[in-house]
């Protein structure tokens, strides 16, 4: 057995004996009733906070989880941990930061057996465990099935993932049940969809004010992703921004269109809460939705989502239905990053932490409604109060005086500046570490091989070329 591996061995068994003490004598937010829930888990892929009108958009575009809200919490300043679906996943899973589990594209590795995730855990706990995901990036070649009974990527998005979900928990009502549901019906399209967002019923046109006559979503034999890429690709060889192209209502309507997905998304999440409504199981399961990282509109000159860090980008919904509020509303204030949700509800839910976790428990925040995390860092992006440095950029911004980031401070010799990106540096050096020691200990070639349809799935997404 590795050195690390019985590290983790001892420390579990540690944190488990110490665990089941503490959790007899603390005064812990619904501490009474979580040792029974269930818990759904929901991760709405490409989703930014400020695009619902959970977290205050113009649009009611999320009209079902502001009424799910009134007996939840609601993180304000929730931040992913960096990279688009494939990290930052498997940050939520295993309470690790990208650079500190190694799950990244461009190193084509999978998960680390060193590592323990959270399906593992709940599995580990007598918790009948099934996933339904959308196909690409959530493939469990990468991990991600680790912990499941079931792991169901035939995707489709919500029309058919979400009946395949709700009739298995009709089969496991009787159990004590984790359900993984992942959607890209707000990510942009691909697989023949002309719309650059597409979902269905035609939702996606319920913001567009005037529907375009004759329109398809390409223009010059391009179309949804491919064609917004094309956008990208045309601003960076005229150095302009995108909303400066002549194609610039491609943008404004692609955006309207996502709102409209958006708000699709809200909907079926309606239909799954009624569901559990309806099997008696509402009241005892703790419903979670969140989501990987945004999308840009144009905000910092481009489309879609490769320009990590910005705000639009980097703030996501993180939102929790938790049994026995009794209608009380809980709006958490303060930084929260991806890697605090696993050990957030694992606490919830009376069960010990992930052995080695990066993350924090936020449960005590839900009673105090403040954080008190002093930071978040998105690779080298870290955001700290107010402030977030970009140091490989040279950008410095300070969103209270500039919440869109466009007056770039960095030429001022801030002090702040300087301890910031100090900062940055020694938390990459701790991930680059941790990479490093468990990757010590792996014995087999965990390099994943994907399949012809593995990649065309990824090609239609736009992430390869």
Same mark, same amino acid.
């Given at each position: 057995m590795k050195p690390l591996r019985l590290l983790v061995a001892s420390v579990t068994a540690l944190l488990v004996s110490w665990f089941l003490v503490g959790r007899q004598t603390s005064d812990s937010f619904a501490r009474s009733v979580g040792p029974g829930w269930n818990l759904v888990l929901i991760s709405i892929d490409t989703l930014r906070a400020d695009r619902t009108s959970l977290y205050g958009y113009h649009r009611q575009t999320t009209p079902t989880l502001e009424a799910i809200a009134r007996d939840g919490v609601v993180f304000e300043d929730f931040y992913y941990s960096g990279g688009g679906t494939l990290p930052s996943h498997m940050s939520l899973f295993t309470s690790h930061h990208p650079a500190a589990h190694g799950v990244e594209p461009h190193r084509d590795r999978s998960l680390s057996p060193q590592i323990m995730t959270l399906p593992e855990v709940l599995a580990g706990s007598g918790f009948s465990t099934a996933a339904f995901v959308d196909p690409g990036w959530m493939n469990p070649r990468y991990g991600f099935g680790r912990g499941f009974d079931s792991y169901d990527d035939r995707g489709h998005r919500l029309r058919d993932t979400l009946p395949r979900a709700i009739e298995w928990i009709r089969d496991h009502a009787r159990q004590r049940f984790f359900l993984f549901l992942h959607t890209y019906d707000v990510h942009s399209t691909g697989l023949g969809e002309s719309l650059p967002y597409d979902c269905p019923g035609?939702?996606?046109?319920?913001?567009?004010?005037?529907?375009?006559?004759?329109?398809?979503?390409?223009?010059?034999?391009?179309?949804?992703?491919?064609?917004?890429?094309?956008?990208?690709?045309?601003?960076?060889?005229?150095g302009v921004r995108v909303t400066e192209l002549t194609a610039a209502e491609h943008v404004a309507l692609a955006s309207d269109l996502y709102d409209g997905c958006v708000f699709?998304?809200?909907q079926q999440i309606g239909h799954l809460a009624d569901e559990l409504a309806r099997l008696g199981l509402l009241e005892r399961t703790l419903l979670v939705v969140l989501s990987d990282h945004g999308?840009?509109?144009?905000?910092?000159?481009? %489309?879609?989502? *490769?320009?990590?860090? /910005?705000?639009? #980008? +980097?703030?996501? $919904?993180?939102?929790?239905?938790?049994?026995?509020?009794?209608?009380?509303?809980?709006?958490?204030?303060?930084?929260?990053?991806?890697?605090?949700?696993?050990?957030?509800?694992?606490?919830?839910?009376?069960?010990?932490?992930?052995?080695?976790?990066?993350?924090?428990?936020?449960?005590?925040?839900?009673?105090?409604?403040?954080?008190?995390?002093?930071?978040?860092?998105?690779?080298?992006?870290?955001?700290?109060?107010?402030?977030? %440095?970009?140091? *490989?950029?040279?950008? /410095?911004?300070? #969103? +209270?005086?500039? $919440?869109?980031?466009?007056?770039?401070?960095?030429?001022?010799?801030?002090?702040?500046?300087?301890r910031m990106v100090a900062r940055s540096r020694r938390l990459a050096e701790v991930d680059l570490a941790r990479l490093e020691q468990i990757e010590a200990g792996i014995d087999t070639n965990t390099g994943v091989a994907l399949s012809p349809e593995d990649l065309a799935r990824l090609r239609a997404l736009g992430y390869l070329r």
């Open positions: 035609e939702s996606e046109w319920t913001f567009v004010e005037e529907r375009p006559k004759d329109y398809d979503g390409c223009d010059s034999g391009l179309c949804g992703t491919k064609l917004l890429r094309e956008l990208n690709a045309t601003a960076d060889r005229r699709y998304v809200d999308e840009e509109f144009g905000e910092h000159g481009r %489309v879609l989502h *490769d320009q990590g860090g /910005f705000e639009e #980008l +980097a703030r996501v $919904p993180w939102m929790m239905r938790v049994p026995g509020l009794g209608g009380r509303s809980v709006r958490v204030r303060g930084l929260a990053a991806m890697v605090d949700v696993a050990p957030t509800l694992l606490s919830l839910l009376g069960l010990p932490p992930l052995p080695l976790a990066q993350g924090q428990n936020l449960e005590p925040s839900l009673e105090s409604g403040v954080t008190g995390r002093r930071d978040v860092h998105m690779y080298s992006v870290l955001r700290a109060g107010t402030v977030k %440095v970009f140091p *490989d950029e040279k950008l /410095f911004f300070n #969103l +209270a005086d500039d $919440p869109r980031e466009i007056v770039n401070l960095w030429e001022e010799n801030s002090p702040l500046k300087h």
